[in-house]
Nanobody, 115 residues
Framework: QVQLVESGGGLVQVGGSLRLSCVASGSILNINAMGWYRQAPGKQRELVAVITSSSRTSYAGSVKGRFTISRTNARNTVYLQMNSLKLEDTAAYYC?????????WGQGTQVTVSS
């Protein structure tokens, strides 16, 4: 089992920055990849960014160049640095971890971008 706890969400103006954190605990050695998803009201949950156990990263086209995913060397914390935030980035952001057996989700943290 893996437990994920996110933090760092909040209210920010257009063009501002936020950094989300996700701390993993439990069977973290079994994690192959971790990522961030987001879900806006009335929309499907979408992948924002992912980082693998070999530190390869991938981003949604809508955030490429603005968001950066990274992790600690201990691989138990993943960050999402979000710069140049836009109104359309407003959503609940969820941390995700994938192992061979299963995938896990955090409880989510709200990011609201205002004009």
């Amino acid at each position: 089992q893996v437990q994920l706890v996110e933090s760092g969400g909040g209210l920010v103006q257009v063009g501002g920055s936020l950094r989300l954190s996700c701390v993993a605990s439990g069977s973290i050695l079994n994690i192959n990849a971790m990522g961030w998803y987001r879900q806006a009201p009335g929309k499907q949950r979408e992948l924002v960014a992912v980082i693998t156990s070999s530190s390869r990263t991938s981003y949604a086209g809508s955030v490429k160049g603005r968001f950066t995913i990274s992790r600690t060397n201990a691989r138990n914390t993943v960050y999402l640095q979000m710069n140049s935030l836009k109104l359309e980035d407003t959503a609940a952001y969820y941390c995700n971890a994938v192992s061979v057996q299963s995938q896990y989700w955090g409880q989510g943290t709200q990011v609201t971008v205002s004009s």
